[in-house]
């Protein structure tokens, strides 16, 4: 029969580099991200799956890293928002973010900024409204939403006209 | 919150897996996509001894098509009725709940299966399940059995599945020719649980309906001599407040029952619509 453990080893990859860590089984992802590893851009808002902030990607899928235990992981690639940024500087969804005044206190702006470069992945072109879908997962507070769709709809023309 | 201590275990086959269910039986506490048992942990509403993550059991992870049953293992994501076109071909009625099943950070996690264990009243899956008349394969170390979809679900978050006992897969008969299936819901906000959700099907002059958000667990109600006239639009909106009359929701903090029972009405009326322009094309 297959051990039962309080305590596991478990190898993954996080932003394109390669842990090998032990952890507490109940550790959720998130708390292995930010209290681990040091990962600290993962926000956790509600802990519960309901606010989005700490949404991550696993295998290039997003997921909530406060729904996922550390475990769930081992053999996994792990993205987070610290992984968009690249050698040439930030994402071009970060810059539309601080261009669109996407983010005012900025706790929630991971989890859109991940969640946001998925749809991209997924779908170049999206619609304001496929945007909004994509989005209705994260909560933000101080925005009204609007500036951040604004971002997301011209990172997305800039990603395009880049590529042409 | 985090989750309360418990001990874990990643089995790699599904004897492995049923052996630990024999030893812990209500102890346990089987987790898949986790989008809600994890939640379930966080807020210490359950404290399981041990924690079985079926998620390395490579055999759960596919459905396939075997004779005219469609078979889907519980470790498939719900997301895979958005990215598989054939899986969303073979149970059409899941593929148009889908995109009202919370976000897609919860869908590509979450299992269809799993939200079926879970049995929340408000949850769209268990009322696709109730409608399409599905069936569950649980397994444990003593063996097999087949439970359909209304002995699956009990009451509110349970089902008749035993504590020694894991779902296989759920099983659907493929879909008839000339049906017309529909699903929709009102929600305060999109991706939120429903205040009333309706499945509907039209194959031939039998329509069907399931609803969830009403009761304790979904309900369905046939006419067996429907025979829908594309002109008289009235027969649609009838039976929808023939089903209303019949229900009996709570009122609580997000709607009354009185308005529940408006909406089952509405949404009973709009998918039966629905559902017969796609069974006439079809």
Known sequence: MSAVSERLKIDL???GTSYSKDVDVRRTLADFLRDDLGLTGTHLGCE????????????????????TLAVQAKGASVKTVEGLAGKDGLHPLQKAFKQHHALQCGFCTPGFLVTAAALLETISDPTELQVREWLSGNICRCTGYQFIVDA???ASKDMNSALR | MKPPPFSYAAPETIDECVALLSQYSDEAKILAGGQSLMPLLNLRMVRPTVIVDIGRIGGLAHWKKDGNIVRIGALVRQRALETDKTLADAVPLLAHAVALIGHPATRSRGTIVGSMCHADPAAELPVCAVLLEAEFLLRSSKGKRTVKANDFFEDALSTTVRGDEIVECVQFQVVPSGVGYAFDEIARRHGDFALVSVGASILGNEAKVAIGGVGARPLAFRYADFAPDEIDRSRFTAFGQHVAKRLEPNTDLHATGDYRRAIAATLIERTLLAAYERAKRS
């Open chain 1, 13 to 15: 990859k996080v932003n």
């Open chain 1, 48 to 67: 519960h799956g309901a606010c989005g902030a700490c949404t991550v990607t696993i295998d290039g899928y997003l997921a909530r890293s406060c729904l």
């Open chain 1, 152 to 154: 997301v709809l011209s």
